[in-house]
T-cell receptor, first 114, second 109 residues
Framework: EADIYQTPRYLVIGTGKKITLECSQT?????MYWYQQDPGMELHLIHY???????EKGDLSSESTVSRIRTEHFPLTLESARPSHTSQYLC?????????????FGPGTRLTVL | GQNIDQPTEMTATEGAIVQINCTYQ??????LFWYQQHAGEAPTFLSY??LDGLEEKGRFSSFLSRSKGYSYLLLKELQMKDSASYLC??????????WGAGTKLIIKP
């Protein structure tokens, strides 16, 4: 079944640690996105990709990096986690423009940095 | 700049009808989406409008007026499970999705 997956679902980690949040999709979509969302607040785009070897920064200034070596995989890395990184991170994907281009979201990773 | 406005919070009664408005100012327009997001969960797609008019999908309908930069989401026969945030999002001329802050809908028995 076509879907979008994120691991881990929950992560509690200490300050200064390096972490990678995983996102994979089996929908065959070219475009992928990472959003950050605090409880009850709006979505903030932090990174996106149009396809393999394409990565762009979003609106929210972020100390994270992403890579897109394979179409289905779009991991997000924090080199040195800080308490200000505590948030929910949502990965999404969409087909190329020309279709409705709706975004499908993964279940999210809730990150807590102590 | 690009801007999407929607009310922060609305309250309605189970079984009633509620209309959630969204106004937008974006650089170009290539469609408007409504998403539903339950607390602690990811957004899920509800509807899409690219032409003026009403799109109906069961208990939910969405309306668009491009000349007015305006849309609404209409929810009928409200159920307790409809308590959620409703996000309005517009695709601009670069096919980037601009998100509103969401409207938290509270349903009371």
């Amino acid at each position: 079944e076509a879907d979008i997956y994120q691991t881990p679902r929950y992560l509690v980690i200490g300050t200064g640690k390096k972490i990678t949040l995983e996102c994979s999709q089996t929908m065959g979509h070219d475009k992928m996105y990472w959003y950050q969302q605090d409880p009850g607040m709006e979505l903030h785009l932090i990174h996106y990709s149009y396809g393999v070897n394409s990565t762009e920064k979003g609106d929210l200034s972020s100390e994270s990096t992403v890579s897109r070596i394979r179409t289905e995989h779009f991991p997000l890395t924090l080199e040195s986690a800080r308490p200000s990184h505590t948030s929910q991170y949502l990965c999404a994907s969409s087909a190329s423009p020309g279709d409705i281009n709706e975004q499908f979201f993964g279940p999210g990773t809730r990150l807590t940095v102590l | 700049g690009q801007n999407i406005d929607q009310p922060t919070e609305m309250t309605a009664t189970e079984g009633a009808i509620v209309q959630i408005n969204c106004t937008y100012q974006t650089s170009g327009f290539n469609g408007l989406f409504w998403y539903q997001q339950h607390a602690g969960e990811a957004p899920t797609f509800l509807s899409y409008n690219v032409l003026d008019g009403l799109e109906e999908k069961g208990r939910f309908s969405s309306f668009l007026s491009r000349s007015k930069g305006y849309s609404y989401l209409l929810l009928k026969e409200l159920q307790m499970k409809d308590s959620a945030s409703y996000l309005c999002a517009v695709t601009d001329s670069n096919y980037q999705l601009i998100w509103g802050a969401g409207t938290k809908l509270i349903i009371k028995p």
